[in-house]
């Protein structure tokens, strides 16, 4: 019934290549025909059906089984059981060609969304920098500092040329690094971001710089940082845990803003 099916479907499309480079706009169920043992049928759009190669069938069931439309992979984090390295990139490159994938970069690739015209979205700067940086994976391993969060809270209206990022996956303790026309300042932390300690470590970190990065007074800049600290349910026994890796004169800005911490 389903070979039926498809096929019906087939009758209704204009045309067919063995070209196969349509951009596919409606997904259909993985199916196996029995003239096509050694293809997988992956998309049906308005003029073309598009069959993956078996070879290809490991990286791409992969590639949509850990990752959503428009979702930024990085070609370090994939881990495919029996691909090489060199495999991986060769079939990338294959199913980038073939318009299976985009490639936003080198190394950056993403299943592009496609609207209700057949049409792809492109995905951002910031949207890489956000899945690279700040959430791995689904993992918090970073979290945006400095100047950008300064702003983000309310405490300066300036907003930075450069977008700043405290990151597990900074390059250097300090390091300037372009997404595409975009540059970002990116920080190695005071110690592991985790999922536990993101939010502790950020209000530190905005502590610490608070004097250079903050254009309302102390006062002001207190009860800002207390609305966080309630938001994010943090206590003084968190922050306590963590003064050690900060300099002295984060104890002058606790002070000097009276910043306030939830009850344990």
Known sequence: MVKQRIFRDIRRYEHLTKSHNAIPNKEVTKTYLTKYKNSHILTIS???????????????DYLVNN?????????????????????????????????I???FDSGIYYIPKINIFGEKSTISAETVA????????????GFYSGYTLANRLGLSTQVPIKEEITSNYAPA???????????????RPAVTITEENAYVLQLLDCLK????????????CGKILTNYANEHRITREQVDKLLAYYPLKIYKAIYETGVKYVSA
């Open 209 to 220: 710089d608070i004097d250079k990065s903050a254009e309302e007074d102390m006062k002001k």
């Open 101 to 103: 994938i985009d490639r």
């Open 173 to 187: 303790q300090v390091r300037e690094v372009s997404i595409k026309n975009q540059k970002y300042l990116i920080r």
């Open 46 to 60: 308005k003029k073309y059906i598009y069959f993956l190669k078996v070879g290809d069938n490991m990286l791409y």
């Open 130 to 141: 956000l899945h690279k940086y700040v959430s791995r994976r689904g993992k918090r391993v």
């Open 67 to 99: 990752y959503e439309k428009g979702e930024p992979i990085f070609l370090m984090d994939i881990v495919v059981k029996g691909m090489t390295e060199e495999n991986i990139r060769y079939h990338l490159k294959k199913m980038t060609d073939e318009g």
